[in-house]
């Protein structure tokens, strides 16, 4: 048997305390540590079933993250890096996706995230400010 599919997946849970914050649902605590200038690397991390609402992401970097059945509902991605990050079975509606990432990808994403392993990749050409 194949033990080695998107399910098996072994992703950091990094000792980080704003990351932490995240996991524990601490999203307006994340805030406020953010504007106050804290800092958090969360490329590569582990952000299945979480409800993200109302998260601050400017700036943060999700790259290759796992949203796996997160809720994303109303999320302003676009100053964010998701760049190859699984959004399977997310919640998405409302979310404000990145200028780089064009509607007819964000259109198939959408008839895709039905399959396993759906993630995010375009084109970061265009400087984010």
Known sequence: MDNTGPARI???ISNDP???MLREGCIKE???KKASGDKCDLRGCD???LDLRGLD???LDFRDGYFRQTDL???D???ANPDGASINACKISGVLFPPELSASE???LLLLLLLPGTRMWYQTSVKRS
């Open 10 to 12: 072994k992703l950091p």
């Open 18 to 20: 704003m990351y932490l």
């Open 30 to 32: 994340f805030n406020v």
């Open 47 to 49: 952000l299945r079933s």
């Open 57 to 59: 992401t400017g700036g």
């Open 73 to 75: 509902r109303g999320v």
């Open 77 to 79: 991605l676009s100053k």
């Open 106 to 108: 964000i259109e198939l």
